[in-house]
């Protein structure tokens, strides 16, 4: 007996049933949640392929999976990444320190509504991938259409993410 496919309620993928568990705070299904650790896995075997896209896949991924039990601040943090990357051209390597000083700077993180319109792409696209090559075109593919969709709230991210190199004593 079959099962009727189910779909990850953050970024829409469609998977079959599975009997998995999540319990970690993004908005994922278990079987979405397996498919984004094989990708991480195959970024940490590749160093080339950790220095060239890792960070993205990460915001990219904790991005399309903001809504249900997901943190403000962590919705908040990635969709910086994205922007230092994608809209500043940040090497990704260098975006952890920048989020960190950020995540240090701010108190109180705005709660940003979820995009009408969600990314087709999904970190299933980045899965597909057969080469090193391939993965990373990939996941500047998805990780470029989740920041577009966002795109409503691009302003509020620039603000938040001109708060990264503040003081944390300079507050209101
Ligand atoms: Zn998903």
Known sequence: MSSAPTRCPGC?????????????????????????LQVMTREYEDAVLFGQVHQLSVDAYAVQHAGGPHPDKSVCIHLVGLYWTLERGVAPPDVPRRLQALAANVERWPHLELPAQRAALTVAHVADADTPSEHARNVRAWSSEVWASWKEHHAAVAQLAQRTFEAVSSGA
């Open 12 to 36: 829409g993928f469609e998977h079959p049933a599975g009997t998995g568990v999540y319990e970690g705070y993004y908005h994922a299904s278990p079987e979405c949640w397996n498919v984004f």
